[in-house]
């Protein structure tokens, strides 16, 4: 029983490229979340998704990042033109039942900029 | 030992002992809280929740305990082995919101 899936688990880029982020939720899973991480801190809330739907975008900087999930494929964080605050470990988790079952989550991209 | 776990303090324990991990949330509409472990360079991995209506729940090796009334967690680990070093997030779950809002984290370390 696969559990939540993330690659790249580390990613390189320049300043001024695009990162492309993929998480495969666990099996029977529809609700998929997006977190942030910096060194020695707790994960932030970035994006809530289900599929094809964008819920709850409230913790997402409002240029640059998108978040998608759709129907078939795996769910995609997309940070464009990115800059050196960016860096950090972006984590995906995913969820049966969000209103009663913990949410599960991914090891992770650890995105660093040049 | 205790520790306030808000911003990333460290708890020492001697192998064998229990581990009390202490987490103060901040909204009185949380409804659903989890205790997650992150070892390094991996992701949180789920260990134990409870539900606002409970005040006390127990799995294997691990205690939850949640006081309504000062908004206060804590995680309790029997018997702390090696394996339990890490460090350990609370998350509260505000009423409808479907988001996690985590805490700073508290770094158990076990001295053989």
């Known amino acids: 029983n696969a559990g939540v899936m993330q690659n790249p688990r580390h990613l390189v880029r320049r300043r001024g490229q695009e990162a492309r982020l993929r998480c495969s939720p666990m099996?029977?899973?529809?609700?998929v979340y997006w977190y942030r991480q910096l060194p020695e801190e707790g994960l932030k809330f970035m994006v809530y998704l289900q599929k094809e739907n964008i819920i709850d975008e409230s913790g997402m900087p409002k240029e640059r990042f998108s978040a998608e999930f759709p129907k078939e494929g795996p769910s995609i964080l997309r940070i464009q033109q990115v800059v050196r605050g960016d860096s950090a470990a972006y984590f995906c988790a995913s969820s049966l039942d969000p209103s009663n079952q913990p949410q599960h989550f991914g090891d992770g991209t650890r995105l660093s900029i040049l | 030992g205790e520790s306030v776990g808000l911003h990333l303090p460290t708890l020492s324990v001697q192998e064998g002992d229990n581990s009390i991990i202490n987490c103060a949330y901040s909204n009185s509409a949380s409804d659903y809280f989890i205790w997650y472990k992150q070892e390094s360079g991996k992701g949180p991995q789920f260990i134990i929740d409870?539900?606002?209506?409970?005040d006390k729940r127990q799995g294997q090796r691990v205690t939850v305990l949640l006081n309504k009334t000062v908004k206060h967690l804590s995680l309790q680990i029997a018997a702390t082995q090696p394996g339990d070093s890490a460090v350990y997030f609370c998350a509260e779950n505000i009423g409808g919101a479907q988001k996690l809002v985590f805490g700073q984290g508290t770094r158990l370390t076990i001295n053989p």
């Open positions: 409870i539900r606002s209506n409970m």
């Open positions: 099996k029977g899973h529809s609700h």
